[in-house]
């Protein structure tokens, strides 16, 4: 919220490729957080084994975002005009 805020004070736009990133990247975190909910919404029904695999796949999706940001919840990546860096290669195939 940041820098679309500090873009949009100073009248920049970041790239059509820095902003698709940072969309993918903001719904890969929200579809953990959801996927996360999921399973301790089972725990709460008395399935145990819904939060083993909620946990374990929102694990898979946090490596993915630390892959491309290096953190686990892409702090300090998005900047003003754009990103740090580019995505790695093959993280577009890892990620389908």
Same mark, same amino acid.
């Given at each position: 919220?940041?820098?679309?805020?500090?873009?949009?004070?100073? +009248? @920049?736009?970041?790239?059509? &490729?820095?902003?698709? @990133?940072?969309?993918?990247?903001?719904?890969?975190? !929200? @579809?953990? *957080?959801?996927?996360?909910?999921?399973?301790?919404?089972? /725990?709460?029904?008395?399935?145990? *084994?819904?939060?083993?695999?909620?946990? &374990?796949?929102?694990?898979?999706?946090?490596? /993915?975002?630390?892959?491309? *940001? +290096? +953190? &686990?919840?892409?702090?300090?990546?998005?900047?003003?005009?754009?990103?740090?860096?580019?995505?790695? !290669? +093959?993280? @577009?195939?890892?990620?389908?």
């Amino acid at each position: 919220p940041f820098v679309s805020a500090a873009e949009e004070l100073m +009248g @920049i736009e970041a790239p059509p &490729r820095a902003q698709y @990133i940072r969309t993918i990247l903001t719904e890969l975190s !929200r @579809i953990s *957080t959801f996927i996360l909910f999921l399973g301790e919404m089972g /725990l709460q029904v008395g399935a145990m *084994t819904a939060a083993f695999y909620g946990f &374990r796949d929102r694990e898979y999706i946090l490596n /993915l975002i630390e892959a491309a *940001t +290096g +953190g &686990r919840f892409h702090p300090n990546y998005n900047r003003i005009g754009g990103l740090k860096e580019d995505l790695p !290669r +093959g993280w @577009i195939a890892q990620t389908r």
